[in-house]
């Protein structure tokens, strides 16, 4: 064999643990047809992040309006975008650095399997003893008519200017997200929703907060509406003050909508409009439509049949050892159906995992609890068991802590912050649902005491730096040890 193992995809699914594999004397090869480091690293978490942050300062800025604030915050996007273009650009380069730093092999080009132990590559063609998928996910973009003129997250991050007005079909992790960074940019959004609720995997009284925040900045919400159709019209120019539907921004179910199903919801002019008309008859108009109706399994073309091996949009089912139903071929990462969330967290959970399992020193998976962090204006977290279930069980109790309303002066005048802790009949912590500035951190705070089983009288034990969103968060949890 040419290989130990080999990689199909570069990203934190395979190189976490590949390095581990070298170090222990196996020969590794990383196949990746794009940039080294796969989508967090080029085209997603990492540009999200860096496109999120002046938003985020705006937004805190803001809280001091009339008690301190002078002048206005805003932030330059062109300026923005050629930094984060210029941060970006040598991510790749830095990890094949890094690669070569490791001794791991590289070949570039898409990977197909030709059979169980024989991957090709281009007009080149490897063997190896086993075979690790990694090749994430890929947007959703739906079969309709007009879908060439629907652009994906990749596109959104890396656009030299904002739109005036953009449509977003979804309301996930990407549809929100962008929806918070539009809203604070002063621009204005549609949101369509096929389903009742944004966000369904956080907690739906924090959703709603963030929803109430973002129509208040000319972000307007539609649910239960489906997209028929994208038409484009160049020179359009919408002209119909007496519209019933003209103004919607409070809109949260498009009622008036499907009363006056004829009616265009702008009236704005634009060089180059964009019409999604929906199932119910109503259409909306704007210069910039984006898919975000979430991600499915990129293992298209891989030579999935010549091996035996099926797929769902959710990903190749795999067994407690990541193992596929070909046992030396296994998958990582977002590719791997394992009924949790789609993490990069995750990823590098598996990969670790998988250097352990393909050494021999692995017994099944073990996930911790995992925290989840929507990057929404205020953020939300959830981590452990979530309040929806807590709610209707017997065996949970869930406590309200409002603590930026007690130590707004602490928290930068944040004073919404807010966690719902869930405990147990022996109030251990198993649970917690954040809607916060950072939320992420106080998410992490809960993460480490739920996974470490830290108990409510350790932590009154303990002395915390202050003032900090963690230690006045961690302080008012004394009143559930004490009953008060």
Do not use: C, F, H
């Given at each position: 064999m040419d290989y130990d193992v080999i990689y199909i995809g570069?990203?934190?699914?395979?190189?976490?643990?590949g390095r581990f594999l070298r170090k222990a004397g196996l020969k590794i090869l990383i196949i990746e047809e794009s940039l080294f480091g796969g989508a967090c690293a080029n085209r997603g978490c990492n540009s999200k992040a860096l496109l999120d942050a002046p938003y985020e300062i705006k937004a805190l800025a803001d809280n001091f309006e009339g008690v301190?604030?002078?002048?206005n915050f805003e932030v330059n996007w062109p300026d923005l975008m050629k930094f984060k273009q210029q941060r970006i650009s040598g991510m790749s380069k830095f990890l094949d650095g890094k690669f070569k730093e490791y001794d791991l092999d590289v070949a570039h080009g898409k990977g197909i399997l030709v059979d169980e132990h024989t991957v090709k590559v281009g007009d080149d063609t490897f063997t190896t003893d086993k075979i690790v998928i990694c090749t994430g996910l890929k947007p959703v973009i739906p079969d309709i008519k007009g879908k060439e003129y629907l652009h994906d997250s990749t596109d959104f991050l890396d656009i030299a200017e904002l739109p005036k007005h953009t449509i977003i079909i979804g309301a996930g992790f990407v549809g929100m997200e962008f929806a918070s960074i539009i809203a604070e940019a002063g621009l204005e959004a549609d949101v369509i929703i096929r389903g009742n609720m944004a966000l369904k995997y956080f907690h739906q009284p924090y959703v709603q907060n963030v929803i109430e925040i973002l129509k208040k900045k000319n972000i307007r919400f539609h649910f239960n509406q489906t997209v028929k159709e994208i038409i484009k019209d160049n020179n359009v120019i919408i002209d119909d003050p007496e519209s019933k539907v003209s103004n919607?921004?409070?809109?949260?179910?498009?009622?008036?909508?499907?009363?006056d199903p004829q009616a265009k919801i702008n009236n704005k002019a634009y060089e180059n409009a964009f019409t999604v008309n929906l199932d119910s008859g109503c259409s909306i108009t704007g210069d910039y439509v984006i898919a975000a109706m979430g991600r499915e399994a990129n293992v298209e073309d891989i030579g999935l049949e010549n091996v035996g091996l099926t797929y769902t949009k959710k990903g190749i089912k795999v067994n407690g050892h990541l193992q596929t139903a070909v046992s030396n071929i296994y998958a990582s990462g977002d590719v791997a159906d394992v009924g949790i969330a789609k993490l990069v967290t995750v990823a590098i959970h598996h990969s670790k995992y998988l250097a352990k399992e393909l050494l021999g020193k692995?017994?099944?998976?073990?996930?911790?609890?995992i925290p989840a962090v929507a990057y929404t204006i205020p953020r939300i977290a959830t981590v452990g068991v979530p309040a929806y279930i807590a709610e209707e069980s017997d065996d949970y109790d869930v406590h309200t802590i409002r603590y930026g309303n007690s130590y707004s002066l602490e928290l930068k005048n944040d004073r919404t912050a807010e966690a719902k802790v869930i405990v147990d009949k022996d109030l251990n912590i198993v649970g917690a649902e954040i809607y916060a500035a950072d939320a992420e951190n106080v998410a992490n705070m809960f993460t480490f005491i739920i996974n470490k089983k830290i108990t409510l009288k350790d932590l009154d034990e303990m002395i915390y730096a202050f003032p900090s969103s963690s230690s006045v968060c961690l302080y008012k949890l004394h009143n559930i040890h004490y009953k008060l």
């Open positions: 570069s990203g934190n699914a395979a190189w976490q643990g301190g604030k002078s002048g919607v921004e409070n809109s949260m179910n498009s009622d008036e909508l499907l009363r692995a017994d099944e998976i073990t996930y911790p609890v």
